[in-house]
Nanobody, 128 residues
Framework: QVELVESGGELVQAGGSLRLSCAFSGRTFSSYTMGWFRQAPGKEREFVSFIKWSRGSTSYADSVKGRFTISRDNAKNTVFLQMNSLRPEDTAVYYC?????????????????????WGQGTQVTVSS
């Protein structure tokens, strides 16, 4: 059974930076595509970014492109989300997710249905 534990969320001022981490355990980390999603108060959970199991190709939501960077360290079984130039609208609970599906494209990995395992979430609050 896969377990995901996020950390790194906190209160930060607009324009600041945070790095979220997600520790993976239970299976072979390098075989999983890893995603980040977020859910703001009163809104549905939305895709933020993913990094594929093979070659580490990445994708980002338009709202975070150029500000957020996803990366993974397969030796440490950890995926990261570096968030720069944070805005109040980035305030949300951020979830890490693991997909054991293999898609050649990118679109499927932007959808929650592609991910089987989810972390408990970490709160990011950006003050104006």
């Amino acid at each position: 059974q896969v377990e995901l534990v996020e950390s790194g969320g906190e209160l930060v001022q607009a324009g600041g930076s945070l790095r979220l981490s997600c520790a993976f355990s239970g299976r072979t980390f390098s075989s999983y595509t890893m995603g980040w999603f977020r859910q703001a108060p009163g809104k549905e959970r939305e895709f933020v970014s993913f990094i594929k199991w093979s070659r580490g190709s990445t994708s980002y939501a338009d709202s975070v492109k150029g500000r957020f960077t996803i990366s993974r360290d397969n030796a440490k079984n950890t995926v990261f989300l570096q968030m720069n130039s944070l805005r109040p609208e980035d305030t949300a609970v951020y979830y890490c997710a693991a997909s054991e599906s293999y898609f050649s494209g990118a679109y499927e990995y932007t959808r929650e249905a592609a991910y089987v395992y989810w972390g408990q979430g970490t709160q990011v609050t950006v003050s104006s």
